[in-house]
């Protein structure tokens, strides 16, 4: 071949209009790209806002409560003072207000009168003086919450301009709660009720302490179980399983779980745990081998991440140095993958909190009027508790069904704050 048929390149002017051209072109894909991905965040944020608002508007009310503070004359004619708890409460509270009132003689308007006050007046009134059977035949102050429709009166949900038929009081009652207002007796603290509290027919006694009693030992059983199970499988996988067809599919299989409904483990549970072994429902013992099922997976994908993550000369210096497999594994390579363990193990967990779907199968949406006393007993959960809220007519659970899911992201967030503080307080470089 001659140096004739040998064709030079052309060479490319760059100060063409053609180059020009695509360099406008490339800037130009550039920008798109870059305002295509903060449009995306933008819309991501605004969404984000748009429900924090929405419940922060909506259940703010939840956390403050309608009180009104009242004289109370224990009547030792309705009491008896060798069994405190025996007594006629009720005329105690009928008393009560007839004193307030003393111009409502009409049988249907002291009913409606005897509306004010929480259905459960006579119980706490009891309450009190089997705390202190020496107030018997004494008046005290007491400061009761309000029953739910006064209470969202006060709180600017029930409108006053409203017509008298469209609402659940009328004109008088709401002129004898302004007459309480007016004298100083009504008063609107912080709620802690909401957090101390059982589960109630009625809003404005209902509580999350069941709730939060029931989700943490359901939690705490998940995390007895997966924890250790989930690291020894792990370990087994990553360090010790021969590369065959069998650990291949025990791999795709792990990551396939990961992967699967919650419902579906839901339904694994009510077969396994409740129709085959018959352990009792409703118990956190159950709902936390339910979640430990769930959160299985996601702890042995994590902690085979951690452990690839060990730079292989910490094991080839231990192994170097005498050690053995298991020495090096327990003594260098678990310890420097533990923040990474910690981490995906507590956003696990914090997952597992807020499943309710795997509950709802094995029952744990049940009325319980108070927090359970062990792993067996029936209780309820927090992302339970919210769905049976959501699903209850009384407008005052509408408030207390947002203020329950800002408690449950309350909890999520200060779970995740602790992963990150591990990992950073943990976590070694190379």
């Excluded at 048929?5 to 550039?30: G, N, T, Y």
């Excluded at 060990?310 to 231990?318: A, D, L, M, Q, W």
């Excluded at 020495?327 to 507590?346: C, E, M, S």
């Excluded at 339970?384 to 069904?401: L, N, Y």
């Amino acid at each position: 071949m001659s140096t004739a048929d040998i064709s030079l390149p052309v060479k490319f002017d760059w100060s063409s209009e053609a180059a020009a051209a695509r360099r406008k072109r490339r800037h130009f894909a550039d920008h798109r790209l870059r305002w295509i991905g903060i449009t995306a965040i933008m819309i991501a944020i605004g969404l984000l806002g748009i429900l924090l608002t929405t419940l922060v508007a909506t259940g703010y009310r939840a956390f403050v409560q309608t009180m009104v503070t009242v004289p109370v004359y224990v009547n030792p004619e309705y009491v008896d003072e060798t069994d405190p708890s025996k007594g006629n409460y009720r005329a105690i509270v009928k008393d009560t207000l007839g004193n307030l009132f003393p111009e409502v003689t009409n049988p249907r308007d002291q009913r409606e009168l005897g509306q004010l006050l929480t259905n459960n007046t006579q119980f706490m009134i009891r309450d009190r003086v089997v705390a202190d059977p020496s107030i018997i035949g004494k008046t005290v102050e007491m400061t009761l919450p309000v029953s739910d429709p006064f209470d969202q009166l006060e709180k600017g949900v029930l409108s006053r301009e409203s017509p008298e038929d469209q609402r659940k009081i009328n004109n008088a009652q709401i002129g004898w709660f302004d007459q309480l207002a007016a004298e100083g007796r009504v008063s609107m603290p912080l709620n802690w009720g909401l957090l101390f509290n059982s589960d109630s027919r009625f809003p404005e006694l209902a509580g999350l302490a069941g709730a939060i009693v029931g989700s943490f030992y359901a939690l705490m059983v998940c995390f007895l179980i997966s924890f250790p199970c989930g690291i020894a499988a792990a370990v087994y996988l990553e360090e010790f399983a021969p590369k065959n067809k069998w650990t291949d599919m025990i791999e795709v299989n792990i990551n396939n779980l990961a992967a699967v409904p919650s419902i579906v483990f839901g339904l694994l549970g009510l077969a396994v745990f409740l129709n085959f072994f018959g352990l009792p429902r409703s118990a956190p013992l159950v709902g936390g081998m339910v979640l430990s099922l769930m959160t299985l997976p996601t702890i042995i994908i994590v902690t085979r991440a951690s452990l690839k993550a060990v730079p292989p000369s910490i094991r080839e210096g231990g192994l170097g140095m005498g050690a053995s497999r298991h020495q090096v594994i327990l003594h260098h390579v678990l310890p420097l993958a533990l923040p990474g363990i910690l981490t995906g193990t507590i956003i696990g967990l914090a997952q597992a909190l807020g499943e309710a779907a795997p509950l709802l199968l094995i029952g744990m949406n049940a009325f319980i009027t108070s927090p359970p006393g062990g792993l067996l007993d029936a209780s309820t959960a927090l992302p339970t508790q919210i769905f049976i809220w959501a699903d209850s007519p009384e407008r005052g659970f509408v408030d207390r069904t947002s203020a329950a899911i800002l408690v449950l992201l309350g909890f999520l967030i200060i779970m995740n704050g602790i992963a990150i503080f591990l990992r950073q307080r943990l976590e070694r470089t190379w």
